[in-house]
């Protein structure tokens, strides 16, 4: 089972809307979660870390649920410019290292 | 004010030569990474490195050899390319050591192996 799944979309969505993606991780003792986002033919770049009590970081807002082990993320108002994959990020407890999903790829439509 | 900067951007190259692709970083990370990015956009770690040392060495063929002369600095050279070898190799840098500081990422350089 991998460290890190999410759903791959891609998911089309118009201007103005909310759309949520989860991802799922495997270790239940995993202590550090974030979402990156990667443009096309471009480097991830940090979003935002995930905080255990949650956080928003203006349209943006991460959740995390340990009991089901998922992170969320949640857009508000949708821009063109949020077309972009988003990478959910989770490090084990005792690893050096973070495990990235696959990656969810978002469109948003005029 | 680049902070995480790797050469070449593209690589081409006919299978079976060897090359390098170098990183460096100027924001006073004490560890720095490989990761390769495949055709399906799935990102692995190669290798990690922290105040020189090798601290995370993956399932990576032995023909891939990183170098780091200092703890701003992480080569990666490859011998005898391989097809399959054809990607695209990020660098990144980190504070921490542990995986609970974000990563930085270079631009990332596309090998192709023909």
């Known amino acids: 089972r991998k460290e890190v799944e999410q759903d791959p979309g891609p998911f089309n969505v118009p201007e103005g809307a909310t759309v949520a993606f989860n991802c799922t991780y495997s270790?239940?003792?995993?202590?550090?979660f974030f979402w990156y986002r990667q443009d096309c033919r471009k480097e991830p770049k940090l979003l935002m870390s995930?905080?255990?009590s949650g956080n928003e970081d203006g349209r943006f807002t991460a959740q995390l649920n340990r009991a089901s082990q998922y992170i969320s993320l949640l857009i508000r108002d949708s821009k063109l410019s949020d077309s972009a994959t988003y990478l959910c990020?989770?490090?084990?407890?005792?690893?050096?290292?973070?495990?990235f999903g696959t990656g969810t790829r978002l469109t948003v439509i005029p | 004010d680049t902070a995480v900067s790797q050469t070449p951007k593209y690589l081409v190259t006919q299978m079976g030569n060897d090359k390098s692709i170098k990183c460096e970083q100027n924001l006073g990370h004490d560890t720095m990474y490989w990761y390769k990015q495949d055709s399906k956009k799935f990102l692995k770690i190669m290798f990690s490195?922290?105040?020189?040392?090798?601290?995370i060495n993956e399932t990576v063929p032995n023909r891939f050899s990183p170098k780091s002369p200092d703890k701003a600095h992480l080569n990666l050279h490859i011998n005898s390319l391989e097809l399959g070898d054809s990607a695209v190799y990020f660098c990144?840098?980190?504070?921490?050591?542990?995986?609970?500081?974000?990563?930085?990422f270079g631009n990332g350089t596309r090998l192709t192996v023909t």
């Open positions: 270790n239940s003792a995993s202590q550090s």
């Open positions: 995930v905080y255990s």
């Open positions: 490195y922290n105040n020189k040392e090798l601290i």
């Open positions: 990020v989770v490090t084990p407890t005792g690893a050096n290292n973070l495990f």
């Open positions: 990144a840098s980190s504070q921490g050591m542990g995986g609970d500081s974000p990563l930085h």
